[in-house]
């Protein structure tokens, strides 16, 4: 089981940028689709990004939620086992608790659905101000 831990939320004004990061424990991420998914009160989730890797390396293109692209980056450092949500351009519509997340289904892809992710973190807080 993989034990996610995300740091990096805080509260910026309308423009600023933020990076968040992801550091896995308990497991490598060999062979997982990694994503951050952003939580709003209420009970709604929204996926944000995804990525798949070997382990090592990256080796498929990220996809994004079309809201964020052209904004938002997401990386993987495989030898640290960290995953990274880099945030420019940051509106108040971004404002949410930020949880990144790992699933098995690389094989088949790695897609924004949420049923898809068994391992999740407990977030970190993003405010944006206008």
């Known amino acids: 089981q993989v034990r996610l831990e995300e740091s990096g939320g805080g509260s910026v004004s309308a423009g600023g940028s933020l990076s968040l990061s992801c550091v896995a424990k308990?497991?490598?991420?060999?062979?997982?689709?990694l994503a951050w998914f952003r939580h709003y009160p209420g009970n709604r989730r929204e996926a944000i990004a995804t990525i798949r890797t070997d382990g090592i390396r990256t080796d498929d293109t990220p996809r994004y939620r079309d809201s964020v692209k052209g904004r938002f980056t997401i990386s993987h450092d495989g030898a640290q086992e960290m995953i990274y949500l880099h945030m420019n351009n940051l509106k108040p519509e971004d404002t949410a608790n930020y949880v990144c997340?790992?699933?098995?289904?690389?094989?088949?892809?790695?897609?924004?659905?949420?049923?898809?992710?068994?391992?999740w973190g407990r977030g970190t807080q993003v405010t944006v101000s206008s």
């Open positions: 308990g497991s490598s991420l060999w062979r997982y689709c």
């Open positions: 997340a790992a699933g098995v289904h690389y094989y088949s892809g790695c897609r924004l659905d949420g049923t898809l992710y068994d391992n």
